[in-house]
């Protein structure tokens, strides 16, 4: 699914995407090159429509911008109010996060046994790009500031079909390291 409401530039960042995703290699591989070229558009003011834009009072809200054709990759902006956050989980594919708005806070775990051991927290700012590739990519994402935070995300997966990109959820118990 190809939204027709893409703006030019975002057009010129799905273009670019086709280009580093085609480039082949392991997922690491992929995933570093798409971490990339994201991250060459996230100071771009024009990327997102106003509509694409618009958070959710009661959840982060996830606006769909590009599923490709093939499956091979989508494209999703989320935009998150402060407070906002994600349940924790992994994911079914490789998956790049790029901050265009405002700062998200990710805390990574590993699990042991029956529960949880949170290993960092990570904090993105505007402008910046960063990736994880599963198996060991169990994190929470959240927005800890007092201002709107919006990230755009591109999952090696077709969205479209699947509806997320999470795998799993983990309602755990979380432990002290």
Not at 136 to 146: A, W, Y
Request: net charge negative; proline share 6%.
């Amino acid at each position: 699914m190809t939204h027709s409401l893409l703006s030019p530039t975002a057009t010129l960042l799905v273009s670019a995407l086709r280009g580093a995703v085609a480039g082949g290699g392991d997922d690491a591989a992929v995933a570093a090159r798409v971490a990339g070229t994201l991250a060459g558009h996230l100071t771009d003011p024009f990327l997102l429509s106003a509509a694409q834009r618009e958070p959710d009072p009661t959840a982060y809200r996830q606006h769909v911008l590009h599923v490709e054709p093939d499956g091979s990759f989508s494209v999703v902006a989320l935009v998150w109010l402060p407070g906002q956050e994600t349940c924790v989980h992994d994911h079914v594919s490789w998956c790049v996060v790029g901050t265009y708005v405002g700062e998200e806070e990710e805390t990574t775990y590993r699990l042991r046994g029956d529960r949880l051991v949170p290993l960092r927290v990570n904090r993105t700012p505007e402008g910046v790009a960063s990736y994880l590739v599963p198996p060991g990519d169990i994190h929470k994402v959240c927005n800890n500031s007092s201002s709107l935070a919006i990230s755009l995300h591109v999952y090696g997966a077709d969205i479209g079909v699947l509806g997320t990109s999470i795998r799993r959820r983990y309602d755990l118990p979380v432990i002290g390291r």
